[in-house]
């Protein structure tokens, strides 16, 4: 590190911009991975199910696969709109 | 029992080809019959590396589709011994790399050879999956550069769930991490990502880091491997990559800063 620099450290460089952005994308990446093919189809079957009985988004329905060891677990996350019975 | 090698990255242009040449080449050297194979099928460019363009007459499709023995299609390299050269197809449908194909020339191949290094193309089509399915060990060619690392994430996702070794539940395929193009220069200026952010992100073993250097360009230029440039850094970096995949501990070279004068010093740059 030279004299001058001490004067210029307060701007992110962007190789540490690059880093941060990667270590996003990338963790992001990661998890949708790990899921099987069939769970986008699997949500959309879902959520047209629900649709027959409650009116709901798209983004109402989270589907997510959590793997341990010995088992999987599918979690089904279905948001309800408040004015329903 | 040949060890397969694939040298892969996902992004083109990150130097797998010139990785595969001097691998090779350096494994060669140290006495072990080494062949590598194109899977670039219809964009062929390890023989111009290799200085082999002209005496290509049969390819990997044609020994796969039976209209050439092995010994016909292998070139033989001239300036090292024990190396050999087979070539891609340059005419040819991708998808004439079919899984049983190239199995059974790899098989066939290994009971002659000590190592088969597999240059894989660019993507993760066809091809690619085809070069890097039947691998042992994975050299993950990696500029540090924010496309070539995630390009690099996904290829080590792909080894880990659609190789063979993971289809088998065997051991997992051996990864090593090359970074290539690397300017220490630019890394200290926070200008480029460092060796250890690359390595924070993708986390496996460090097989080599290779300078950004004129003489990869002049070395292909010629058709030789730069490793064969043994008064270049860009050579010795590879020759030490050769090196600790062979198991040996080798210090990383070639990261201090050019010795720089007073006012540059006090100056910065």
Known sequence: ?85 | MARIIVVTSGKGGVGKTTTSASISTGLAQKGYKTAVIDFDVGLRNLDLIMNCERRVVYDFVNVIQGEATLNQALIRDKRVNNLFILPASQTRDKEALTHEGVEKVLNEMSETFDYLVCDSPAGIEHGALMSLYFADEAIVVTNPEVSSVRDSDRILGILQSKSRRAERGDEPVKEHLLLTRYNHERVERGEMLSIEDVNDILSIPLLGVIPESQAVLNASNQGAPVILDEDTEAGQAYEDAVARLLGEERELRFLDTQKKGFLKRMFGG
Do not use: G, W
């Open chain 1, 1 to 85: 590190m030279s004299f001058f620099d001490y004067f210029k450290t307060k701007k992110k460089t962007s190789a540490s911009i690059a880093k941060e952005r990667l270590q996003i994308i990338v963790a992001h990446e990661r998890n949708t991975r790990d899921q099987p093919d069939y769970l986008p189809e699997l949500q959309q079957e879902l959520l047209e199910v629900i649709r027959r009985y409650v009116a709901i988004r798209d983004d109402q329905v989270q589907v997510q696969l959590d793997k341990n060891d010995s088992c999987s677990v599918l979690e089904l996350n279905v948001t309800l709109p408040e004015n329903e019975p």
